[in-house]
């Protein structure tokens, strides 16, 4: 799968996950909207949750928008393409670690794979991180949960359960 970033370039370089995977050459870096292949776009304020049943419309593009949280307001989004809502997960990375939704470039891809059936995939871009692994581990069960569902209202009833507890 392509994965393409949206690159606003406004976090600590020494530490942005999509670049070094632009290093890596395992994501391509998009400095404006129209750049930016049309795609699946991972976007935490989308109505949707991505879900197996993206998995054709992600085959074009799997997009992200790299920006600090801090810039991640809904008006960031304005990426042409199908806007899906990763469900509940947790972060692995040194900066957010152990919070709920609060994940690099990498760890959304990365989940956004497995949840589309391409766990080797996100491996390989984990494996440039000393933290990778450590993403898979910490969301194991709701990663293989959410990648047996039909569609989105299965991962959104699965992601409530984390929710509850």
């Known amino acids: 799968m392509d994965l393409h ?14 670049r070094k ?10 400095r404006s909207d129209r750049a ?13 949750a991505l879900s197996p049943a993206d998995r054709d419309a992600a085959a074009h593009a799997l997009v992200a928008l790299d920006c600090s949280w801090e810039s991640a307001g809904e008006k960031q989004f304005t990426i042409d393409g199908d806007h899906r809502a990763l ?11 152990g919070k709920p939704m609060q994940l690099t470039t990498v760890e959304a891809f990365a989940g956004a794979l497995v949840i589309l059936g391409e766990k080797p995939q996100a ?32 991962v959104v009833a699965i992601q409530q ?4 507890r």
């Open 5 to 18: 970033v949206r690159y606003e370039g406004d976090d600590d370089p020494e530490k942005c996950t999509a």
């Open 36 to 48: 930016t292949p049309y795609g699946v776009v991972l976007n935490p304020h989308a109505e949707r």
């Open 87 to 97: 469900p509940y997960l947790v972060a692995a990375n040194p900066v957010n670690f």
């Open 161 to 164: 359960e984390y929710l509850d």
């Open 123 to 154: 491996e390989q871009i984990l494996s440039k991180f000393t933290w990778g692994e450590t993403f898979l581990e910490l969301n194991e069960e709701p990663l293989r949960r959410y990648s047996e569902c039909e569609d989105s209202g299965e």
């Open 21 to 30: 995977l632009a290093r890596f050459d395992l994501a391509e870096l998009h």
